[in-house]
């Protein structure tokens, strides 16, 4: 079986389905605190926006993205479970800012008023020589994205935001520019987007986890006399 037979085959997700399991994902990755649910959500969002990139780039250059997606998965998998990571670890809850943003009933009610904004304002987004479609999926990728960036200060959830919006701008890149030097250019940037964003998470999850080690009082030369 063939790589184009596989996504014939595949067929059936293209279109309306893709897109609403891509958004489903992206609205779950902002919402739910849970990493291994998010790592599982980002993971279907990579294939989706694979089998998207498959109507406006050939099938191999698409599978790339798939590929890529689930490289970056792993990588925050092994530094999430390494350190056992979970929200705000070892940070006390009056340390966090804001406070209210690590509630998960207000990152879903942030999420349905941008679902609310995304209705009201999307005839109004015009872009050239793309389908209407993947112009949904694009002005929704990057509300959602955009919010993640600003409800999250975590590495995991802050990092696949990004990524969440960069998916959104390679859908619309790759739509107007078929070019594999420019597919290259822009998975490998992913590629070492989420290695850096992998580093911040081991950095985060040390630097959280240290001990604190209380100062020793010093003592004056006159105490020092036997």
């Given at each position: 079986?063939t790589?184009?037979d596989l996504f014939?085959?595949?067929?059936?997700?293209v279109?309306?389905?893709?897109?609403l399991?891509?958004?489903?994902a992206a609205?779950?990755?902002?919402?739910i605190?849970?990493?291994?649910?998010?790592?599982?959500a980002?993971a279907?969002?990579s294939?989706?926006?694979?089998?998207?990139?498959?109507?406006?780039?050939p099938?191999?250059?698409a599978?790339?993205?798939?590929?890529v997606?689930g490289?970056?998965?792993?990588m925050?998998?092994?530094?999430?479970?390494?350190?056992?990571?979970?929200?705000a670890s070892g940070v006390?809850?009056?340390?966090?800012?804001?406070?209210?943003?690590s509630?998960?009933?207000?990152r879903?009610?942030?999420v349905?008023l941008?679902a609310v904004?995304?209705l009201?304002?999307?005839?109004?987004?015009?872009l050239?020589?793309?389908?209407?479609?993947?112009?949904d999926?694009?002005?929704?990728?990057?509300?959602?994205?955009?919010?993640?960036?600003a409800?999250?200060?975590?590495p995991l959830h802050?990092?696949?935001?990004l990524l969440?919006?960069l998916?959104g701008?390679?859908?619309?890149l790759?739509t107007?520019?078929?070019?594999?030097?420019?597919?290259?250019l822009?998975?490998g940037?992913q590629l070492?987007?989420?290695?850096?964003i992998?580093y911040?998470?081991?950095?985060?999850?040390?630097?959280?986890?240290?001990?604190?080690?209380d100062a020793i009082p010093?003592r004056d030369?006159?105490?020092l006399?036997?």
């Open positions: 079986m790589l184009a014939r085959q595949l067929s059936i997700l279109g309306l389905p893709a897109v399991i891509a958004a489903a609205a779950i990755i902002v919402i605190r849970d990493w291994r649910i998010v790592l599982f980002y279907a969002f294939v989706m926006l694979a089998l998207l990139l498959s109507q406006v780039i099938a191999e250059w599978l790339i993205q798939a590929i997606g490289l970056v998965a792993v925050f998998f092994l530094s999430a479970r390494q350190l056992r990571w979970h929200p006390s809850w009056e340390a966090r800012w804001p406070q209210v943003v509630l998960t009933s207000f879903a009610l942030a349905a941008a904004t995304f009201v304002s999307r005839e109004s987004v015009e050239p020589r793309v389908d209407l479609l993947f112009r999926m694009i002005f929704w990728l990057v509300l959602v994205g955009l919010l993640g960036l409800l999250h200060e975590e802050a990092g696949l935001s969440v919006v998916g701008g390679q859908l619309l790759f107007l520019v078929q070019q594999r030097m420019m597919i290259a822009l998975e940037g070492l987007l989420g290695l850096a992998s911040l998470m081991v950095s985060r999850g040390l630097d959280t986890s240290r001990p604190a080690v010093t030369a006159h105490d006399r036997p």
